[in-house]
């Protein structure tokens, strides 16, 4: 038996920057193609058959729904492709949690899909790209890793995508995982689970949505006036997200303000703007129309809640049902 064959779909990133010296502190993302950056992949001699594809060259701050799209449409063929084992994609820092969260929903499980960055450019010294990738390559070419949803691979550590959130600026062990930490080890000789598949076989638990639902994430402040929330929403906004203070805690005119949203039909969440921790239901969400987020951070429970409007869902009690699995 050959080496697996891995795809690897290219949106720039960190792991594609450079900064035109080794010192530098900044730097420009996306300036590596995916010909060159397996050129240089093809020195480490890995253990598996690398095609790419370049979806696009950019920092994440910048990734669209198009990029998305395309993305996931790569994905859903190499998953029909009986020749492809796995598919890494190549990925910025900043956005990556909210990618493979999306494409952890509406991805059936059945081959790895791994995303990977980097925290130091290309030409920096101590770059951590190579060795990330070459991480990568060792988890997306282990049939054990599907199963597993969508995974992250950053600094030696394999996430799953519900949990994985960055946590630093800058350095390379940036990436942390809530409510569990990483669920495998790695390095580009060596992988150790922390346990077996826990999706084996599962569909995609959501179709996907080109098109998603306007939902605005709305940040929580000592001071914050309610009329904030008028300036925040449109007629198209279908739903809120609160980045709340505490477990999800807002000022009571806030609170109002927000349930009268929820009374004419938008879809209002608490989530909270810590890093860690539960935003549990309390006693007012049933009568405010409201729903906890549960472990998902912000950003996250903004896909999720984006993908249930796609979906058709409104009533508040089924919402709650779905954030409530993850």
Known sequence: MGNPHILVLATGGTIAGKAGSATRHDYRPGQIGIDELLAHVAELDLSAELSG??????????????????????????????????????????????TAFLLDLTLPTTKPVVLVGAMRPADAVGSDGLRNFANAVRVASDPDAAGRGVLV????????????????TRGTDAFRGYPRESIGLVTPSALDWFGAPWRVGEAARFAYS??????????????IEPDYVARLTSPQTRGVVVAGVGEGNM????????????????????????????????????ANGFVAARALNPPKARILLQLLLAAGASDPAAMQAEFDRR
Request: charged share 25%.
């Open 53 to 98: 594809r370049q979806v696009a060259n950019i920092g994440s701050e910048d990734i669209t729904p198009a990029i998305w799209s395309a993305l996931h449409e790569g994905i859903v063929e190499a998953m029909s492709a009986p020749d492809i084992a796995g598919v890494i994609v190549t990925h910025g820092t900043d956005t990556a949690e909210e």
């Open 153 to 168: 691979v950053m600094g030696d550590r394999v996430f799953a995508a519900r949990d994985v959130r960055k946590v630093n």
């Open 210 to 223: 080109p098109d998603l639902p306007e939902v605005p994430i709305l940040p929580i402040w000592a001071g």
């Open 251 to 286: 000022p009571d005119p806030v609170r109002q303000a927000l349930k009268q949203l929820a009374a004419e039909g938008v879809a209002v969440v608490r989530a909270s703007r810590i890093d860690q921790g539960l935003v549990d239901r309390e006693p007012e969400d049933e």
